[in-house]
């Protein structure tokens, strides 16, 4: 079945410090590939995602680029601020031109970042 | 923008006791979802529902049962309420545009089983 895997954490950087959080899956056919961010206390939001090879997605200073041939779906930030602690969630669907089946998610990255 | 609203944001039940956990989404998605999440394990899939009265059994249906009446609420069921429940349950809804789809979460409701 599916399933995808990311770095658990925590990981804690200094405000201004680069980020990036590794993701990889396993998938049967071709599925679209998301990031969602819970930021303390609160339900998941989308940040940001692509629904096919080579594509890249972006949002509010991070990015993450869709590579088939790798498997992976890393989200890269260049200068993370205070207020990017949350825990992230590398998520797929292989829903895509059908109904829908539900996400798969990892298990979330706890990222701290120190002022 | 789209809303997800979840009925209780935190809950204390009784073993054995029946608990129903409402979710309401206000931009006419045909799907929704039921999520848990635990420390750990992330988000596991529980019910989800493609159209009113229709629904799906997720990767850890038991002990749980979904009710879909209106197309906006989807409700989620402990008919008997175990200590192993406790867990944040996140509901999502979800439209197909274009062959894609993107889930909304709602806020979580935090269910503590006693």
């Known amino acids: 079945g599916d399933s995808v895997t990311q770095m658990e954490g925590p990981v804690t950087l200094s405000e201004e410090a680069f980020l990036t959080i590794n993701c990889t899956y396993t998938?049967?056919?071709?599925?679209?590939l998301f990031w969602y961010v819970q930021y303390p206390g609160e339900g998941l939001q989308l940040l940001l995602k692509?629904?096919?090879?080579?594509d890249k997605g972006s949002n509010k200073g991070f990015e993450a680029t869709y590579r088939k041939e790798t498997t992976s779906f890393h989200l890269e930030k260049g200068s993370v601020q205070v207020s990017d602690s949350a825990v992230y969630f590398c998520a797929l669907s292989e829903g895509s031109g059908g109904g829908a089946d539900g996400l798969t998610f990892g298990k979330g990255t706890h990222l701290i970042i120190q002022p | 923008d789209v809303k997800v609203t979840q009925s209780s944001r935190y809950l204390v039940k009784r073993t054995g006791e029946k608990v129903f956990l409402e979710c309401v989404q206000d931009?006419?998605?045909?799907?929704m979802f039921w999520y848990r999440q635990d420390p750990g394990l992330g988000l596991r899939l529980i019910y989800f529902s493609y159209d009113v009265k229709m629904k799906e059994k997720g990767d850890i249906p038991e002990g749980y049962s979904v009710s879909r009446e209106k197309k906006e609420r989807f409700s989620l069921i402990l008919e008997s309420a175990s200590t192993n429940q406790t867990s944040m349950y996140l509901c999502?809804?979800?439209?197909?545009?274009?062959?894609?789809?993107?889930?909304?979460f709602g806020p979580g409701t935090r269910l503590l089983v006693l």
């Open positions: 692509a629904t096919k090879a080579d």
């Open positions: 999502a809804s979800s439209l197909l545009q274009g062959g894609q789809e993107t889930q909304y």
């Open positions: 931009m006419d998605h045909e799907n």
């Open positions: 998938a049967t056919g071709y599925p679209s």
